[in-house]
Antibody, heavy 118, light 107 residues
Framework: EVQLVESGEGLVQPGGSLRLSCAAS????????MHWVRQAPGKGLESVSA????????YYADSVKGRFTISRDNSKNTLYLQMGSLRAEDMAVYYC???????????WGQGTLVTVSS | EIVLTQSPATLSLSPGERATLSCRAS??????LAWYQQKPGQAPRLLIY???NRATGIPARFSGSGSGTDFTLTISSLEAEDFAVYYC?????????FGQGTKVEIK
């Protein structure tokens, strides 16, 4: 069974940093590109970042470019999102999602909440 | 960035009725459009990909159509579990963008 489990939930002050993790199981993690998608409270979905299966290429939304870093450790079947210079508008539930064979997000984690507040 | 505009924002219908949801792109996305369903407190679930293909395990009452800039998600006969928020998404150009969502609520 495919499972994606995010962790790293927390409360951080504006300007602070936080690292999210997404532990994958039930599939060959190194064969799939992975994405982070976020959802602010009561709002819609936003693609934040993506990484190819081998980590060789990464992609960022303009809203997080230069502040967030996506990475992965295929030996640990884990995806990461290092978030820095956090702002109030970064407060959201962050989901990791697998880019399936169809090219779309076929599996999602349960989400982890990032709260940015002083 | 490609902007996806969904309409209506809210659709109030009764079980058994037909639901028609629209998604319009600010520029052509070819057939690179998907539909997701999200229920409160849950992650989104892929329903339709590449405009008209049902994802694994999705009931036949869900269908998608369209290409270019205009797309439609149709639920032929609403069941209780279908009342949720629906999002369209494009993957023609990064960043992958989502529409703002259509809430299908019980009338």
């Amino acid at each position: 069974e495919v499972q994606l489990v995010e962790s790293g939930e927390g409360l951080v002050q504006p300007g602070g940093s936080l690292r999210l993790s997404c532990a994958a199981s039930g599939f060959s993690f190194s064969s799939y590109a992975m994405h982070w998608v976020r959802q602010a409270p009561g709002k819609g979905l936003e693609s934040v970042s993506a990484i190819t299966n081998d980590g060789g290429s990464t992609y960022y939304a303009d809203s997080v470019k230069g502040r967030f870093t996506i990475s992965r450790d295929n030996s640990k079947n884990t995806l990461y999102l290092q978030m820095g210079s956090l702002r109030a508008e970064d407060m959201a539930v962050y989901y990791c999602a697998r880019r399936g064979g169809s090219g779309w997000y076929d599996y999602w984690g349960q989400g982890t909440l990032v709260t940015v507040s002083s | 960035e490609i902007v996806l505009t969904q309409s209506p924002a809210t659709l109030s219908l009764s079980p058994g009725e037909r639901a028609t949801l629209s998604c319009r792109a600010s520029q052509s996305v070819s057939s690179y459009l998907a539909w997701y369903q999200q229920k409160p407190g849950q992650a989104p679930r892929l329903l339709i990909y590449d405009a008209s293909n049902r994802a694994t395990g999705i009931p036949a009452r869900f269908s998608g159509s369209g290409s270019g800039t205009d797309f439609t998600l149709t639920i032929s006969s609403l069941e209780a579990e279908d009342f949720a928020v629906y999002y369209c998404q494009q993957r023609s150009i990064w960043p992958r963008t989502f529409g703002q969502g259509t809430k299908v609520e019980i009338k």
